[in-house]
């Protein structure tokens, strides 16, 4: 016998004589232990995914799931804290209860739309982090504490009250004269003059204030620096006051100067229940402090590309557009035009619905809708008849409902007017719905929204159309649109979509449709510069170029949540 027939016999001759159950139960165990270990792994893998899976990641960098969760937490606590905070002006009388529930229902809004916020916020702190170091951009410790003893405290709060000095306009130009605008001046002069000298503010608006707040004597009201727009140079000059008192007269607008007083300042405070309402919410406060600090680094990049974006003269370009409102539904649908009289039961189109199908009313409807009919068929106009329809609305213009997408009507009229086959002149009817009996000419049909701007482009874009003469032309076939020309605009001057797009594009270049604020737009580059920027550009960037820059960056970096990408590196956003 071979060593492996002589092996294989022991074996089974020892588990002839062997303990059977003893076999059974070392079987059971290991089945047990294999199980075991096949569930730890199953819970290592869903507590991995549940902790330290990447949430959002960010051309390589993340942020896990985890933490996520905390900074959910966190946003989630912000906005209680807040909606306290308010509740706690409106109590001392610094919000009336009108500004504080209007600010309640936003921070309402802004808790539905948390989840997305997040990750916009997340996605944000990634980016920012990258482009900072990029540009050598840091926050120390002193700015991180000094941001982190304002979002524990609550904000100095100011109490204003403005004074308008209306410049009076020369009768024939219609705009101020030397002379008017010297008056002006002088009378506003005298009015600081009377305030430093202990004059009462509130009658010296009633007396001498144009605007509105002069009936309650020049008073806004309470006002942190927040909520006040500093772009506004009159708040501005109000908020840099060290103490209670007016402004020297600032000039607003050519017509208008103003005079701010601060009547009281209510200085920022450590917020007394923060710790306990922090520790109540368990509330990670390492993270929470890193977040600040996130914010922080923000601020301070925003300043150091302030300063980049503001350095002039910059490559400028002269543009014109169209634009078209994006209707509610689909874009992308057909649309059909048709003509109808309504013929209602009892002429009540409201109240037809709830008429019993066997009421005389809709025979006598029907009737009228059968007469109506054949009126139409024998050569009468249907707008001759739109007087009888009981569709005031669509009466006043002949019958015409104007251009509806696919899905716009009630079934049975839907139907009829997207049946195929139709010619235009074609009469449907009578139809009925909910409503009582529709008589329907056929008007036409015609490409989605969407397509038809396309199709302008591609027109728009041959060097042989006069894009301005086209563009004007378009208004009559394009319900609603608009066409202008914004002259020359830098780039961190415009919504960074449409500034992206505009600077791929040489001189003479159009661009393809581009949704901007529930938009369809198609623009025109005339001309290319390079010129100094404006007065209104270097406030605009000012106020929110940081923000344009930073979205076109956003729109070229890889970007992945939940471990799918959703957004692939694109080109440089430089100009």
Partial sequence: MNPIAQLRAKIAAWYQTSDKS?????????????????????????????????????????????????????????????????????????????????QLQQLSDAGTNLSSQLTSNMIDALLVAQLAAEKGVTVDQAAIDAAWTEEISTPELRLLRRISIKVASDPKSGVPTEASIAAAQQRADAIVAEIKAGGDVSAIAKRESSDSYAAEGGRIGWSSKAEDP??????????????PGPTEAITQSLDQLVIFYVEQIRPAQVDPNFEVSANDAKIDMGLYKKVVGERALQAALSTVVTAELLVDPVEQRDLSYVAVPVPQGNSEAEEVLARHLLFSPNDDS????????ADPA????????????????????????????????????????????????????????????????????????????????????????????????KELADPTVDFDTRAQAAIQEFDGMTTDNLGFTSRYSLNAQIGSAAWELPAGGVSSVQT????????????????????????????????????????????????????????????
């Fill in 22 to 102: 003893a076999l059974t139960n070392v079987a059971f165990l290991a089945a047990i232990a294999l199980s075991t270990l096949l569930l730890a792994g199953v819970l290592a893998v869903s507590w991995w995914s549940d902790n330290y899976a990447p949430a959002v990641e960010v051309n390589g960098t993340s942020i896990s799931v985890g933490e996520a969760k905390a900074r959910g937490q966190i946003e989630s606590f912000r906005l209680d804290l807040e909606s306290a905070r308010i509740r706690a002006r409106v109590s001392a009388g610094t919000l009336t209860n009108e500004e504080g529930n209007a």
């Fill in 230 to 243: 500093l772009s506004d140079p009159g708040y501005a000059a109000a908020w840099d006051l060290t103490a």
């Fill in 350 to 357: 409201k109240g037809a619905s709830s008429l019993d199908a």
């Fill in 362 to 457: 809709w025979a006598a409807a029907e009737a009228e809708a059968k007469a109506a009919y054949d009126k139409i068929a024998s050569g009468v106009s249907m707008e001759s008849l739109a007087d009888q329809s009981d569709d005031p609305g669509s009466a006043k213009n002949g019958g015409l409902l104007g251009w509806a997408a696919k899905g716009s009507y009630v079934p049975a009229f839907e139907n009829a007017v997207w049946a195929e086959g139709l010619q235009v002149g074609d009469l449907l009817g009578p139809i009925k719905t909910e409503y009582g009996y529709h008589v329907i000419q056929f008007e036409g049909r015609r490409q989605g929204l969407t397509l038809r701007m396309e199709l302008l482009a």
């Fill in 516 to 575: 901007l604020n529930g938009q369809l737009v198609i623009f025109k580059v005339n001309a290319v510069e390079v010129r100094a920027l404006t007065d209104e550009q270097k406030s605009t960037i000012e106020s929110s170029g940081f923000l344009i820059w930073l979205d076109g960056q956003r729109q070229i970096a890889t970007i992945a949540i939940d471990g799918k990408v959703v957004q692939e590196a694109g080109g440089s956003p430089a100009p």
